[in-house]
């Protein structure tokens, strides 16, 4: 319906090959649902080694692709593009600056990145079809302070790089842990000038030396328990929040995207301080809240009838094969999800296809070749996937009726707080 907003949804794109030319039918089902919408949102894990050129930035996890990914991405039904990762800075600002022009020949609607840091603050806006899009992308790291955009001043150049939404990780020691800890750095002569050199490229922080302490890059701070706390610059969430608020209050359907590597030690778990920060950004305005990091699915939340997914997992995931990390088969199962919005913006429905990223063979049989793009998941899986996610929604009083091989949320059921699965057989 012409009244009718559609948006498809899918994991991170970790894209390195061309995929214009694959004609598999499995594919071309895929590309057929993000090519339905009228947005198709996705996260280019990458950067662009382009006319700019670059340098390696990073050892092991390092990653480029050429300038014809964005096309394929354009080809797939991908319209809008978070461009805010712990990838996009891995050939430096010149990286940037070939992913910022390579978007733009493509003519995507794309955020997360800049010339400076007022540049990569802000909530892009663009005209597609009848509808008023924004995008507010921005990264949480942890990353080297250096791949963020800075702005320039007293005869320091601007930085063209990502946008930073500034957080913190604190270690909560009790008292006899901290205290051992503390007379630890006295013992090895720990000064504030040699941990200044240890910060580098980033600043030292500004401690209570009575109840904190820097170990070396490392925050612990005296507590009557012991815990790991995820702390969210004020500053910073404010200048991010308010760059959804002047989109939304414009008129635009506003999308914001955090990609992030704090995770729990089990990657399906929504850490507490991003489901905090998600519900502020649609406090503020945006209308869908979209995180990838931890690379599998995790929960949806219907929160004032905007849909919050943490985590889409993966859709594209062009890896070596000596990367063993992504073993695991969460890694490889996703799934599309293809919202319905009202003129008002809200939420009419999500339907979720699920998707196994290298195909079904792969995941079944390590002796077979991985497909370098994501197909439909057979029945079986299919409800294996569904069934998992399932389970993670429950706690956010989310319910997915399931019929067949796809499933559907909707707002009602997402805010009534059910505690089920209903097989529909």
């Given at each position: 319906?012409?009244?009718?907003?559609t948006?498809?949804?899918?994991?991170?794109s970790l894209?390195?090959?061309d995929?214009r030319d694959v004609?598999?039918?499995?594919f071309?089902?895929v590309i057929g649902?993000?090519q339905?919408?009228?947005?198709?949102f996705t996260?280019?894990?990458?950067?662009i080694?382009?006319?700019?050129?670059?340098w390696p930035?990073k050892g092991s996890f390092?990653?480029c692709?050429?300038?014809?990914?964005?096309?394929a991405?354009?080809?797939?039904g991908?319209?809008?593009?978070?461009?805010?990762?712990?990838h996009?800075?891995?050939l430096g600002p010149s990286?940037?600056?070939s992913?910022?022009?390579?978007?733009e020949?493509?003519?995507?609607l794309?955020?997360?990145?800049?010339?400076?840091?007022?540049d990569?603050?802000r909530?892009a806006?663009?005209?597609l079809?009848r509808?008023?899009?924004?995008?507010?992308?921005?990264d949480?790291g942890p990353?080297?302070?250096?791949?963020?955009a800075d702005?320039?001043?007293?005869?320091?150049p601007p930085?063209?790089g990502?946008n930073r939404?500034?957080?913190?990780?604190i270690?909560?020691?009790?008292?006899?842990?901290f205290d051992r800890?503390?007379e630890?750095?006295?013992?090895l002569k720990s000064?504030?000038?040699?941990r200044?050199n240890?910060?580098?490229p980033a600043?030292?922080p500004?401690?209570?030396g009575?109840?904190?302490?820097?170990?070396?890059?490392?925050?612990f701070r005296?507590?009557?328990?012991?815990?790991?706390?995820i702390l969210?610059?004020?500053?910073s969430a404010?200048s991010q929040?308010e760059?959804?608020r002047?989109?939304?209050?414009?008129?635009?359907f506003v999308?914001?995207?955090?990609?992030?590597?704090?995770?729990?030690?089990?990657?399906h778990?929504?850490?507490e301080?991003?489901?905090t920060f998600?519900?502020?950004?649609v406090?503020?305005?945006?209308r869908m809240?979209v995180?990838?990091?931890?690379?599998?699915?995790?929960?949806?939340e219907?929160?004032?009838?905007a849909?919050i997914?943490y985590?889409?997992g993966n859709f594209?995931?062009?890896t070596?094969?000596n990367?063993?990390?992504?073993?695991?088969?969460?890694?490889w199962?996703s799934?599309?999800?293809s919202?319905a919005f009202?003129?008002d913006?809200?939420?009419?429905?999500?339907?979720?296809?699920p998707i196994?990223?290298?195909g079904i063979d792969?995941?079944?049989?390590?002796h077979?070749t991985?497909l370098?793009?994501?197909?439909p998941?057979?029945?079986?899986?299919?409800?294996r996937?569904?069934?998992g996610?399932?389970?993670r929604?429950e706690?956010?009083?989310?319910e997915?009726v399931?019929?067949e091989?796809?499933g559907t949320?909707?707002?009602?059921?997402g805010?009534?707080g059910?505690?089920?699965?209903?097989?529909v057989?």
């Amino acid at each position: 319906m012409a009244s009718t907003l559609t948006v498809a949804v899918t994991g991170q794109s970790l894209i390195r090959h061309d995929l214009r030319d694959v004609t598999d039918d499995r594919f071309q089902e895929v590309i057929g649902i993000i090519q339905a919408a009228d947005i198709g949102f996705t996260n280019f894990e990458s950067t662009i080694y382009g006319r700019h050129g670059g340098w390696p930035l990073k050892g092991s996890f390092f990653g480029c692709a050429p300038a014809a990914v964005m096309a394929a991405l354009k080809h797939v039904g991908f319209n809008v593009l978070s461009l805010a990762n712990n990838h996009a800075f891995d050939l430096g600002p010149s990286g940037v600056l070939s992913t910022i022009e390579e978007a733009e020949s493509e003519g995507f609607l794309y955020a997360g990145v800049g010339m400076d840091r007022r540049d990569a603050e802000r909530a892009a806006e663009k005209q597609l079809g009848r509808w008023k899009i924004g995008l507010s992308a921005m990264d949480a790291g942890p990353g080297p302070a250096f791949m963020y955009a800075d702005d320039g001043g007293n005869a320091r150049p601007p930085r063209p790089g990502v946008n930073r939404l500034d957080v913190s990780r604190i270690f909560e020691l009790e008292m006899p842990s901290f205290d051992r800890l503390q007379e630890l750095q006295r013992s090895l002569k720990s000064t504030a000038l040699e941990r200044a050199n240890y910060a580098q490229p980033a600043d030292t922080p500004v401690l209570d030396g009575t109840l904190e302490l820097d170990f070396y890059g490392t925050v612990f701070r005296r507590s009557d328990h012991t815990a790991k706390r995820i702390l969210i610059g004020a500053q910073s969430a404010n200048s991010q929040l308010e760059a959804i608020r002047k989109a939304a209050s414009a008129g635009s359907f506003v999308i914001a995207y955090l990609h992030h590597h704090h995770w729990e030690p089990d990657w399906h778990e929504v850490p507490e301080w991003v489901r905090t920060f998600a519900h502020r950004c649609v406090d503020a305005g945006a209308r869908m809240f979209v995180s990838h990091g931890a690379p599998v699915l995790q929960a949806i939340e219907i929160y004032r009838r905007a849909p919050i997914f943490y985590g889409l997992g993966n859709f594209i995931f062009h890896t070596d094969d000596n990367e063993k990390e992504w073993s695991p088969r969460a890694v490889w199962e996703s799934a599309i999800a293809s919202c319905a919005f009202n003129t008002d913006f809200e939420l009419l429905g999500i339907d979720l296809t699920p998707i196994i990223v290298g195909g079904i063979d792969a995941l079944e049989n390590p002796h077979c070749t991985r497909l370098p793009f994501p197909v439909p998941a057979p029945r079986e899986a299919a409800h294996r996937i569904l069934d998992g996610l399932a389970r993670r929604c429950e706690p956010f009083g989310t319910e997915i009726v399931r019929q067949e091989s796809l499933g559907t949320i909707l707002p009602a059921i997402g805010s009534a707080g059910a505690d089920r699965l209903r097989a529909v057989e």
